[in-house]
């Protein structure tokens, strides 16, 4: 039901540009978010958002390089990458889940209750 799509190789600095898609159901009234985990490293949040719009939250590693966003007209949950760096390298998924009340809360894994299958961004030095 979601599926994310982009990832690639990319030089350090360069940019790349994730999307996630929903089929099979709306989440109209969830809120989307993207993890990474990096071999040997546990899933990190970088960054959420309601899935119709509205206040944007990122983890402080990506800040001011990466920007979360919605394509109305693709009906997805993109992921903006600019800057990259080698520690950017990871498997990326973007996940669904109730909206939060607090910001703390999209940061965890387990409000999320749907996950997409996962695209490799691999940045080199």
């Known amino acids: 039901q979601l599926q994310a799509s982009g990832g690639g190789l990319v030089q350090a600095g360069g940019s790349l540009r994730l999307s996630c898609a929903a089929s099979?159901?709306?989440?109209?009234?969830?809120?989307a978010g993207w993890f990474r985990q990096a071999p040997g490293k546990e899933r990190e949040f970088v960054a959420a958002?309601?899935?119709?719009?509205?206040?944007?939250y990122y983890a402080d590693s990506v800040k001011g390089r990466f920007t979360i966003s919605r394509d109305n007209a693709k009906n997805t949950v993109d992921l903006q990458m600019n800057s990259l760096k080698p520690e950017d390298t990871a498997v990326y998924y973007c996940?669904?889940?109730?909206?939060?009340?607090?910001?703390?809360?999209?940061?965890?894994?387990?409000?999320?209750?749907?996950w997409g299958q996962g695209t490799q961004v691999t940045v080199s030095s």
């Open positions: 958002m309601p899935w119709s719009g509205g206040s944007t």
């Open positions: 996940a669904a889940g109730p909206q939060q009340a607090y910001y703390s809360a999209y940061q965890r894994p387990n409000p999320y209750e749907y």
């Open positions: 099979g159901r709306t989440f109209s009234s969830y809120a």
